[in-house]
């Protein structure tokens, strides 16, 4: 079945160095977003992209729709404690009828 | 505004028992969608309601079933439980059906012994 392969599985950062993480597939998305979630919550919706080569801010987040549809990456600048958590990618595939297939998920861990 | 919210926070079942979950949409969203997230893994998509018709479903067994009510409320029942259906429970809600910005509520644990 379709899948995303979302790296990497896990990382240990120091507090306030760059993050950078991708979602790629074999497969032509036609949306893409990145959740955050935090432990006993549920995912929270951080950035939506909807069109090929889009890149999208949220604070110090940043999201791109990569230009073969088949991709996309999730950079966090200047990390802080709070920013600890699962952070997973979600893509629409074409023709989908809403479902939305997940990735694994990044595990971060930020170390002050 | 109140986002999603699920019931219970946590379940426990036996082998062979039937689980029921709820779920209540953020006001004014229409569609709600049921995920299944194993210890560790992402999330697998299980159903979308819309407008009280199921409109899509996952690879999961007929077991798996929900409804939804005309308020948009849903519920997921799980029958026949088995041990690997212990996982969390996520319901996720969205204003209008063409919309993929799905809002998470903060999932049912359910766990089956």
Avoid at chain 1, 90 to 100: I, R
Avoid at chain 2, 56 to 73: A, C, D, E, V
Wanted: aromatic share 12%; glycine share 10%.
């Amino acid at each position: 079945g379709q899948q995303l392969n979302q790296s990497p599985q896990s990382m240990f950062i120091q507090e306030g160095e760059d993050v950078s993480m991708n979602c790629t597939s074999s497969s032509i998305f036609n949306t893409w977003l990145w959740y955050k979630q935090d432990p006993g919550e549920g995912p929270v919706l951080l950035i939506a992209l909807y069109k090929a080569g889009e890149l999208t801010s949220n604070g110090r987040l940043t999201a791109q729709f990569g230009i073969t549809r088949k991709d996309s990456f999730l950079n966090i600048s200047a990390s802080i404690p709070s920013d600890v958590g699962i952070y997973f990618c979600a893509g629409q595939l074409s023709g989908g009828y809403n479902k939305l297939i997940f990735g694994a998920g990044t595990r971060l861990a930020v170390h002050p | 505004e109140a986002g999603v919210t699920q019931s219970p926070t946590h379940l426990i079942k036996t082998r062979g028992q039937q689980a029921t979950l709820r779920c209540s949409p953020i006001s004014g969203h229409t569609s709600v969608y049921w995920y299944q997230q194993a210890l560790g893994l992402g999330l697998q998509f299980l159903l979308w309601y819309d407008e009280g018709e199921e409109r899509n479903r996952g690879n999961f067994p007929p077991r798996f079933s929900g409804r939804q009510f005309p308020n948009y409320s849903s519920e997921l029942n799980v029958n026949a439980l088995e041990l690997e259906d212990s996982a969390l429970y996520l319901c996720a809600s969205s204003l209008e059906p063409l919309s993929y910005e799905q809002y998470f509520g903060p999932g049912t644990r359910l766990t089956v012994t």
